[in-house]
Nanobody, 127 residues
Framework: QVQLVESGGGLVPPGGSLRLSCVAS????????LAWFRQAPGKEREFVAA????????YSTDSLKGRFTVSRDNGKNTAYLQMNGLKPEDTAVYFC????????????????????WGQGTQVTVSS
């Protein structure tokens, strides 16, 4: 079993930055794929970025490249989502997710790939 706990959300003005954290327990995070998703009110859960297991290779949705960066600190068993240049349309609940499986790269963007989810952290971008 893997437990994931997100933190770091909050209210930030447009153009601001936030760094979300996802602390894992139960397994070593570097041995698992790790993804970030977000869900805005009334919308479907949307892929943001992912890290392959045992790798620093990242995958991001094209529209967020250059603003959002996913990383992992193996010593802290923690993943991060650095978000810069935030826009009101980035307002959503952000979730980290993982799986004990070995998904192919194309599956990293699919929420159905992941069986472990955090509770989410709210990010609100507003002046």
């Amino acid at each position: 079993q893997v437990q994931l706990v997100e933190s770091g959300g909050g209210l930030v003005p447009p153009g601001g930055s936030l760094r979300l954290s996802c602390v894992a327990s139960g397994r070593t995070l570097s041995t698992l794929p790790l993804a970030w998703f977000r869900q805005a009110p009334g919308k479907e859960r949307e892929f943001v970025a992912a890290l392959k297991r045992g790798s620093s290779t990242t995958y991001s949705t094209d529209s967020l490249k250059g603003r959002f960066t996913v990383s992992r600190d193996n010593g802290k068993n923690t993943a991060y989502l650095q978000m810069n240049g935030l826009k009101p349309e980035d307002t959503a609940v952000y979730f980290c997710a993982s799986t004990s499986g070995s998904p192919i790269v194309s599956s990293l963007r699919d929420a159905a790939t992941y069986e472990y989810w955090g509770q989410g952290t709210q990010v609100t971008v507003s002046s």
